[in-house]
């Protein structure tokens, strides 16, 4: 590529139309948002391994942009969940909503999984890491894994390791894990998930509750007996460690409590 000049207050761009990007260019395709009457839809670009193109159109509101191009929130996330280890001989199936699923799980959690690491970290005087829903290869067996983890980290290396998981094959169960064993699995409940991942305004029901609670319970015994294995060196390391000023550290713009993660430029949360 050829170096231009993009700073100059003089270069000769006055007179031209401004680029629009793929944030904003407008298509004619009705949008699959949930509920979205905008006519102005761009397909999904994304092709997977057996070259079956996503059938969604997504207008500027709901649509995500990963490297340029459109894409419908599932591959978005998808595409930027596994940015360093994607090709196009891994690319997952059309239909795969594994990273959907986890996405959904782990906002689900967001609050109470963050409350909890806070409260852990501060009586060990140790940071919070936030890592984004990613995709991993597992063990020895390299078993495909979409997963989101909260790190507690010391100067040394990580401490302590919460990850809500869901593995390819087992596209029924939701996994809390607490540093790399199972903690806890269940099924995620069975209606209007896909729905539900994709717009986090629905009204959550009793079941939603009930799977977020038994998550967090599960998790919650785990790192308590971990806590009771490795107590904190320092009785004053709370002291030492004001709570509310733990920098959420992430490589990517991940934030506590959101709706569906961003990838840049994508604004793909929803109008209420
Ligand atoms: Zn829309
Ligand atoms: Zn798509």
Redesign the pocket.
């Known amino acids: 590529m050829e170096a231009v000049a993009s700073d100059g207050a003089d270069a000769a761009t006055a007179d031209e139309p401004e680029e629009i990007g793929p944030e904003q260019l407008l298509g004619f395709l009705p949008?699959s948002?949930r509920g979205?009457r905008?006519e102005t839809?761009l397909p999904c670009a994304y092709v997977d391994r057996r070259d079956r193109c996503c059938p969604t159109a997504?207008?500027p509101?709901?649509r995500v942009v990963h490297r340029g191009d459109v894409y419908c929130p599932v591959h978005g996330l998808m595409l930027g969940a596994s940015e360093d280890l994607f090709t196009d001989h891994h690319r997952a199936d059309l239909d795969n909503i594994v990273p959907l699923v986890v996405n959904w799980a782990a906002r689900e959690l967001e609050a109470s999984v963050s409350a909890l690491m806070h409260q852990i970290c501060d009586e060990y005087g140790q940071t919070l890491v936030a890592d984004p829903v990613r995709f991993v290869l597992v063990g020895v067996d390299r078993i495909r894994t979409w997963e989101r983890a909260w790190k507690m980290c010391a100067h040394v290396g990580v401490t302590l390791r919460l990850h809500i998981a869901v593995e390819e094959s087992s596209t029924g169960v939701v996994l809390g894990k607490v540093n790399s064993k199972v903690a806890v699995s269940l099924p995620p409940p069975p209606t209007d998930l896909r729905e539900r991942a994709e717009d986090p305004t629905i009204p959550e029901t009793g079941e939603v509750r009930d799977f977020r609670a038994a998550l967090l319970d599960g998790l919650t015994a785990a790192v308590i007996s971990w806590r009771a294995g490795h107590p904190p060196a320092h009785a004053d390391a709370q002291a030492r460690h004001r709570r509310g000023t733990t920098p959420w550290l992430s490589g990517s713009p991940v934030r506590p409590g959101g709706p569906l993660q961003p990838l840049p430029g994508s604004p793909i949360s929803r109008p209420a």
Do not use: S
Request: contains cysteine; glycine residues 22%; hydrophobic residues 10%.
């Open positions: 949008c948002g979205c905008e839809g997504w207008c509101t709901h």
